[in-house]
Each structure stands twice: as structure tokens, then as C-alpha cells.
């Protein structure tokens, strides 16, 4: 089977198991050339070394010998001659003799035995040669000069000290003689040290040299078999790494090519299924998104347990409806129908999702829908409701221009408008349905609020209309103007409300003298003064001719100036009266 077909597993253990046999390899050579190093220096060091040391003792002993010779005479040439330290001085002779032959017989045996070590490559013919050389000097020396010593004590016996003269001469000259033999061996035995010991370091070089090559020898192959196993997986995984990073940006027709059937193919394998399903899942999510919110898909996938168990959460719901609706589908054929609500609820909820809202639901010619938690965070969710309703307003113009278009008419029947009425509070979350079906939705007082501050802007001639907690949470991040006071069915006290006339700064200098009139207007109105509320309402339709809450407050001092307000009156509109 080819090795890129063998598990990951059996791949790292092949790459360990041929680095260790390369490393036994290294060793046992190193180990072979380094015994053999040793047998070297072992005979170098107790034969080649021992032997030269008893030859260069040889010659000492020979120089004592002849020492205790001469002390020998002397005792004899003595006129009272001391037999006993004439034994003691013949005993220091014959022990000097004798230690002649030792030094000589343990040089003979270490180069015998240098010869027939068959371990180390010695120049055993030359080694023989020497060691019969030693024990031809030895011989001669001791037949020659154990007939001139006996010669010289007769003769010094004898008085005869010109003879004896002669013969001591001769016995030094044997003795030289013998030295020089000695010495002549020596230098060829320290020639065969000199040799041994260039065979050592010659020997421990070239297992420096064979220990090196095999080691680097051992490492490119290690390396070349690494490299050429690491290749078959590193590189599956870049195209995993590279697919995974395509699947991380939101595309899923990256498919990566099994090359390897390891578990690195399997995954490639898995890998391609799992793209599969990403693509189907997205196909899926597409088409649902045009139904459900893209948002709130993903957050029922990521925390399931909201869907199913709800929880409570504050946020600010929006209601958004068209006004002038039913009179203007009257006259409207289905298609032509179908083709402006599309073309409407197109264009309004581009400001919506780009302001990170939900919609929840398109309701007739209404939409519905909310910021909060987990989608954004808390502080941001009444502003950006806020910007979302000012950039729908803006869209008013350019749809009241396209609409005719979309029907191929001239002019509409009936001018069409917005109302949009936003509320935070706290609410329910969670799926709402029955076992066959559900939708994820938002659910309390928040909701019907806004719902009714949608309807409340056609009795103020507004657009905008949102409650005190969200004008709170805006604060000054908008420009806001309070309207009135609502009263709804169910709240215990009645509360301000809010119109967003525009962004920040974006006020004219007529709509700023506007919100001006109207706030001393209101406070003049809540505390009945009503004239000096009747001029101000005034004042301000000065500054914008048409403003509807000026006009609907008009219009309200005229029926309270026509029927008193009752006792304990606190200037709110009750919602019920409508």
C-alpha cells in the first residue's frame, strides 16, 4: 500500500522507527570503530610501552652490574679483605645480572604476545626480528662475560693486576658492546610504538570521518523521509485551513480534493459533506429569510432555549402604517395592488434592517417591528428606532413620486403618508403559536403602546409619535418636542409623548422657534391659561404654518372654553375619548 494511504499514526511511527534504526545504525558503527580504537590504544599501552620501558631498564641494570663489579675488586684488592661485604657486593653482581635477563624475558614476552594478538595489524615480522635480537644480545652477553669474570677474580687472586686491568677493559667493552645492541633495538621498538600510534590516530580519525558521514547520511534520509511524509500532510491541511477560512467568510462552494485516504482525507471527505449542508442550510435560510428575519433565525439557532421558553426583556417596538391606504385601494386592481405594497414595504424596511431592527411581521399596509437585546445592545436600541423612522419619512417624497409610475397613472387618487408610533418597555419574547405553527414575537404593554401611538398621529397631524421612555433613552441624541400628555386604558397615570421632528442639529431655524412656542403653549394649556396658551399655539403656526399638534390644541381650548374642563382636570388626553 503507498504510504500516503497508511494512517497519520502509522506514518509518524514509520518516521520514528526509521530515524531509530538509522540512529542503531550510527551507533553500531560507532561503537565497531571505537573497539577497535581501544584494542589499539590497549596494546600500545600495556605491551608496545612496557616492552620499550624493560629494554631501557635492561641497560640500566647493565651500568649497576657493572658498578657492583668494580666494588667487587676493590674489596678483593683490599690487604685485610671483609669476606662478608665482599658476599654482599657479589650478591648486588649476580642480582644485577639476573635482573639483565628479567627486564630482557618481559620485553620478549609482550612482543610476543603483540604478535600473536591476530586483533591489531602490527608489523609482526618486524617485532619477531626484535625479540631475536634481544635474546641474541642477552646470550652473548652472558656466555662472554661469565668466562672474563671468572678470568678477572683469578687474576686479581693472583696479583696479577696488569691482567686483570686488561680483562675489566675487555668486560666494559662487552658491556658496551651489549648496550649498544640494547640500544639499537630499542630505536626499532620505538619505531613500532611510533607506528602503533599513528595506526591509533589514524584509526580514531577515520572513525571520526565514518561516524560523521553515516550521521549526516542517517539525517538527510531521516529528513528526506520526514519531508516527504510531512508533505502528504501538511498540505491537505492548508487546503482545510484555506476551505475552512473560505467556509468562515460566508462561502460554501469551496470543495477540497481528497489526495490521501488517512484521517486527514477523511476529514477532507467530512469537510466536503459539511459544505454540502452549508450550502443546502443557506439555500434553506435565504428562502426563509424572506419570511422570517435573517436575525432572529440565527438567534434561535444560537440560543434555542429563547424560542422555547421566552423571557422577559426591555425593548423598543415600532408600528409603522400607510395613511391614506384604503381609499387609495379602492380603485387599484389586485396586481397593481400587490405591485405598490411590494414596492412600499421594499423601501420602508431598508431603513429598518440598516438600523439593525427586526421585522416581526408586514400587517395589511403595517409593519412591525423591534430593537432590543440580543440582536443590539440596550442603550442603543431607542436611538437607532429613532434614526430608522427619520430616514423612512425621508423616503415620503421620492415614494409619493414613484407610486404613479408603479400603477401608470398620473397622479394618486389620494396622497399617501406615514404615521409611525415607537415604544420601549419590557416585553415578552418567545415563540407564540399553536403545535402546528409559530412565530417568534414580541409580546406586552410596550407593544400595544406603540401600536396606539401609531394611531394616535392622525389626532395630532404627526408622523412620529414616541412614548416618554423612549424619549428618555434617546435624550438629546435627537431632536425631540413633547406633544401631550396620553392617558392609556390600563396605565394608572397618564404620560408624555414625544415627537421626533429630526436629527440632532438638523433642525431649521423655523422648526426650532416652533418647538420653542409649542413647549410654552403646552405649559400655559396644562395650567388653563388658556389664552396665553391660545397665543402661543398661534405663535408657533406662525413659525410653521400647518403644524398639527398646534392645531389640534387650538382646537381643544375651543371645546373646553365651550364646556369647562371637570374639577381635577390634569391636562391629558385619554386615549378612550377617541
Not at 487546503?239 to 467568510?249: I, S, W
Not at 411581521?361 to 443590539?376: E, L, R
Amino acid at each position: 500500500m503507498p504510504i500516503f494511504n497508511q494512517s497519520i499514526r502509522r506514518k509518524i511511527v514509520g518516521i520514528a522507527l526509521g530515524l531509530i534504526v538509522l540512529m542503531l545504525v550510527t551507533s553500531i558503527l560507532s561503537m565497531v570503530m571505537s573497539s577497535q580504537v581501544g584494542v589499539l590504544l590497549d596494546e600500545l599501552t600495556n605491551r608496545y610501552i612496557p616492552a620499550y620501558g624493560d629494554l631501557a631498564r635492561a641497560n640500566i641494570r647493565s651500568l649497576e652490574r657493572s658498578v657492583a663489579l668494580r666494588r667487587m675488586i676493590m674489596m678483593k684488592m683490599q690487604a685485610s679483605s671483609d669476606e662478608e661485604a665482599y658476599a654482599a657486593r657479589l650478591r648486588e653482581f649476580e642480582d644485577a645480572d639476573r635482573k639483565i635477563e628479567e627486564e630482557a624475558e618481559r620485553a620478549r614476552k609482550l612482543i610476543n604476545a603483540i604478535i600473536d594478538d591476530p586483533r591489531t595489524p602490527s608489523d609482526n615480522a618486524a617485532l619477531a626480528r626484535i625479540e631475536t635480537r634481544i635474546e641474541t644480545a642477552v646470550g652473548e652477553l652472558r656466555r662472554d662475560q661469565k668466562e672474563s669474570h671468572a678470568r678477572l677474580l683469578n687474576q686479581i687472586d693472583a696479583q696479577q693486576m696488569a691482567e686483570a686491568r686488561g680483562t675489566l677493559e675487555h668486560i666494559d667493552a662487552l658491556r658496551d658492546q651489549f648496550n649498544q645492541k640494547i640500544d639499537a633495538i630499542r630505536a626499532d621498538m620505538l619505531k613500532q610504538v611510533f607506528a602503533s600510534t599513528s595506526q591509533v590516530i589514524g584509526h580514531q580519525h577515520q572513525a571520526i570521518i565514518v561516524s560523521g558521514i553515516v550521521t549526516l547520511l542517517a539525517a538527510i534520509v531521516g529528513f528526506a523521509f520526514a519531508l516527504l511524509v510531512s508533505s502528504g500532510i501538511t498540505r491537505p491541511v492548508r487546503l482545510l485551513l484555506a476551505g475552512t477560512r473560505e467556509v468562515e467568510a460566508g462561502r460554501f462552494d469551496k470543495t477540497i480534493t481528497v489526495s490521501t485516504q488517512d484521517e486527514i482525507g477523511e476529514l477532507a471527505a467530512a469537510f466536503n459533506r459539511m459544505t454540502e449542508q452549508l450550502r443546502h442550510n443557506e439555500r434553506i435560510r435565504e428562502t426563509f429569510g424572506r419570511y422570517i428575519d435573517p436575525k432572529v433565525v440565527q438567534g434561535l439557532i444560537d440560543r434555542p432555549e429563547v424560542a422555547i421558553d421566552g423571557e422577559r426583556r426591555v425593548m423598543t417596538i415600532m408600528f409603522c402604517d400607510m395613511s391614506g391606504f384604503t381609499s387609495m385601494s379602492e380603485g387599484m386592481t389586485p396586481r397593481g395592488l400587490v405591485r405598490v405594497m411590494n414596492h412600499y414595504f421594499t423601501v420602508m424596511s431598508g431603513p429598518i434592517r440598516s438600523n439593525r431592527g427586526i421585522i416581526d411581521k408586514y400587517i395589511g399596509d403595517a409593519i412591525m417591528s423591534y430593537w432590543g437585546p440580543p440582536f443590539i445592545e440596550e442603550d442603543e436600541q431607542a436611538l437607532l428606532a429613532g434614526i430608522a423612522a427619520t430616514e423612512m419619512v425621508d423616503q415620503v417624497p421620492a415614494l409619493q413620486k414613484q407610486l404613479p409610475d408603479l400603477l401608470g397613472i398620473r397622479a394618486m387618487p389620494a396622497p399617501c403618508d406615514l404615521r409611525i408610533g415607537i415604544a420601549t418597555g419590557e416585553v415578552l419574547t418567545g415563540s407564540i403559536g399553536s403545535e402546528l405553527m409559530m412565530s417568534f414575537t414580541v409580546m406586552g404593554d410596550a407593544v400595544n403602546l406603540a401600536s396606539r401611538l401609531e394611531a394616535v398621529n392622525k389626532v395630532y397631524g404627526t408622523r412620529i409619535l414616541i412614548s416618554q421612555a423612549t424619549a428618555d433613552a434617546i435624550g438629546a441624541r435627537l431632536e425631540l418636542r413633547e406633544i401631550d400628555r396620553l392617558a392609556v386604558a390600563g396605565q394608572s397615570a397618564p404620560q408624555p409623548i414625544f415627537e421626533v421632528m429630526a436629527r440632532v442639529g438638523a433642525l431649521t431655524a423655523a422648526q426650532d422657534s416652533l418647538r420653542t412656542h409649542y413647549a410654552e403653549a403646552l405649559a400655559a394649556y396644562r395650567a388653563r391659561r388658556f389664552d396665553e396658551a391660545r397665543a402661543a399655539f398661534n405663535a408657533a403656526l406662525e413659525a410653521v404654518p400647518g403644524d398639527g399638534p398646534s392645531r389640534t390644541m387650538l382646537g381643544r381650548i375651543a371645546q373646553f372654553e365651550a364646556k369647562p374642563p371637570e374639577q381635577g382636570w390634569d391636562g391629558a388626553w385619554r386615549l378612550e375619548q377617541k
